[in-house]
């Protein structure tokens, strides 16, 4: 069934309005019509199942027929610190960690990063991202669109996470694959409503100073394994352990 998000629906009991965009896509490209059902998401968890009864240029008028709460959200608010890669990778990794349950993405500057942008390009890169991150929410099911926030350094984004329940950070470097299971483990047991960081390296990998800080911070530093995986891959891996061990 179609998907869309509507701001501002959250109290809705008989008929939401659609406006803007979703309405050409309604009529012109998925070619729907008055009685043909859609679901409609506030953003916030839940969905309306409804059919459309009215239909125009400037807007789609649908009856409420059911109202659920979305069942694809994970219990924990998961925010995924992305050392920003190069190329196109970036967008390859908001999709993926869109649809294996992150809340959140932080484009992460950091002092390996290969990739320098100006400032005045990052503002368009974010509106980027995050219609990917929308689409991505939409082809996987998710009851809320995963935020991508503003471009951070390194410090930014510790400050950012501080009071984050769980910190996590997989690095080459470490050891103890008992140990990370543990780690990963307990976050995946926190309280509904706990937020996880993880935080992932460029692809030159984390500087020691950046370790030290985590640690600092209190994260946990672990491995995930016996192999050495890509910036793109590391993330995704240890979401995928945090999704299926949470998902209820």
């Known amino acids: 069934m179609p998907r869309f998000y509507v701001e ?8 939401i309005t659609i406006t803007g965009e979703d309405v050409n896509h309604i009529k012109n490209v998925l070619r729907l019509s008055i009685g043909d059902s859609i679901t409609i998401c506030d953003g916030d968890g839940k969905e309306y199942v409804c059919q459309i009864a009215e239909l125009d240029k400037e807007h789609v008028y649908a009856e409420i027929v059911d109202i659920n709460q979305n069942a694809a959200e994970l219990p924990c608010k998961i925010t995924l610190f992305q050392g920003m890669p190069k ?14 349950g992150a809340a959140q993405i932080a484009p992460v500057m950091m002092k390996r990063t290969v990739v320098k942008l100006e400032e005045k390009k990052k503002d368009k890169k974010r509106e ?6 929308e689409s991505a929410a939409k082809q996987s099911g998710r009851g809320v669109i995963p935020e991508i926030l503003d471009f951070m350094t390194y410090g930014e984004a510790l400050q950012y996470a501080k009071t984050f329940d769980a910190l996590l950070v997989p690095y080459e470097s470490a050891e103890g694959i008992t140990y990370a299971r543990t780690v990963i483990a307990q976050a995946a047991e926190l309280p509904e409503g706990s937020k996880i960081g993880i935080f992932i390296g460029p ?28 910036t793109e891959t590391a993330g ?8 299926f061990q949470m998902e209820q």
């Open 128 to 133: 980027r991202y995050q219609m990917i991150a």
């Open 203 to 230: 692809e030159g990998g984390f500087a020691k100073e950046e370790i030290d800080a985590a640690k600092e911070a209190g994260a946990k530093i672990l491995t995930l394994g016996n192999r050495i995986l890509r």
């Open 8 to 15: 501002g629906c959250r109290d809705a009991q008989t008929g």
């Open 236 to 243: 995704l891996a240890i979401l995928s352990i945090l999704m």
């Open 87 to 100: 190329s196109d990778k970036m967008e390859f990794i908001i999709q993926k960690a869109v649809e294996l």
